[in-house]
């Protein structure tokens, strides 16, 4: 099993969510976070003094797949949907998932993350 986390702009969230949803990926977790890369954040004027804001709004989207063929379905669509080609476009990250339990039936692995 394999997690794919990724951290996009804010403004991707409908097309990320709308791509993922065509290419029927489900169990789909959405979080608003906060965080810099490359960016740096701005700066700008607030009442006649400047104010610097290092840390920008970002969605994060959590999706646990089970097989490397779904994560590569899931980053491509991710990739295309989020990309403005701008700094601040996002990250994407994956992980080895050791083990996943459904709490409702104590299903393990693989059921536990298919549909029920």
């Given at each position: 099993?394999?997690?794919?986390?990724?951290?996009?702009?804010?403004?991707?969230l409908e097309d990320v969510k709308e791509a993922l949803i065509a290419q029927d990926i489900r169990g789909i977790t959405v979080s608003q976070v906060m965080g810099c890369g490359t960016q740096m954040g701005y700066t700008q004027m607030v009442r006649g003094s400047k104010v610097s804001a290092t840390l920008l709004p970002k969605i994060k989207f959590e999706i646990v797949v089970s097989t490397p063929e779904w994560a590569d379905r899931v980053i491509s669509a991710i990739q295309q949907s989020a990309y403005s080609g701008q700094p601040g476009d996002g990250k994407i990250f994956c992980y080895e998932i050791d083990r996943a339990i459904r709490i409702r039936t104590g299903e393990r692995g693989i059921e536990a993350i298919t549909p029920a």
């Open positions: 099993m394999i997690k794919v986390e990724a951290i996009v702009r804010e403004e991707a």
